[in-house]
């Protein structure tokens, strides 16, 4: 994400390969560190606390590197980075249910595109 050249870049890179790590193989599909969290619940407190903390930092690397983007200006002052990194973050954690329910590669790349397409929208 750090090398890639834009934010847009970096975001689409991060939702495509998304798209790859949750199909790949038969079973199980999607994130572990996403589907796990919702049955841990009254489980292991430091699991439960170690996923969240996992899925924290992604949001957070998100985050880092949309403000990166406004410092250097290519995107504007105004951006709401938290807001905007929560968004793709819960994209991601869709992306994941949708594979452990059987969505293909190629769905969930369509569904990183759609999200791609709203990124005019979601920055200006």
């Not at 709401?80 to 590669?105: E, N, P």
Request: proline share 3%; hydrophobic share 45%; glycine share 6%.
């Amino acid at each position: 994400m750090e090398t890639a050249p834009t934010a847009r870049a970096a975001i689409a890179q991060v939702l495509h390969a998304t798209a790859e790590a949750f199909t790949r193989g038969d079973t199980p599909r999607g994130c572990m560190i996403v589907l796990a969290a919702p049955q841990m619940q009254g489980a292991n407190a430091q699991v439960c606390d170690a996923l969240k903390a996992h899925r924290q930092e992604n949001g957070c690397l998100l985050e880092r590197r949309l403000k990166r983007a406004v410092e250097e200006g290519e995107l504007p002052a105004s951006t709401d980075c938290r807001a905007l990194a929560s968004y793709f973050v819960t994209l991601q954690h869709g992306m994941s249910i949708q594979a452990r329910d059987g969505a293909s590669r190629e769905t969930l790349l369509s569904i990183a595109g759609c999200a791609m397409a709203s990124w005019s929208a979601l920055t200006s």
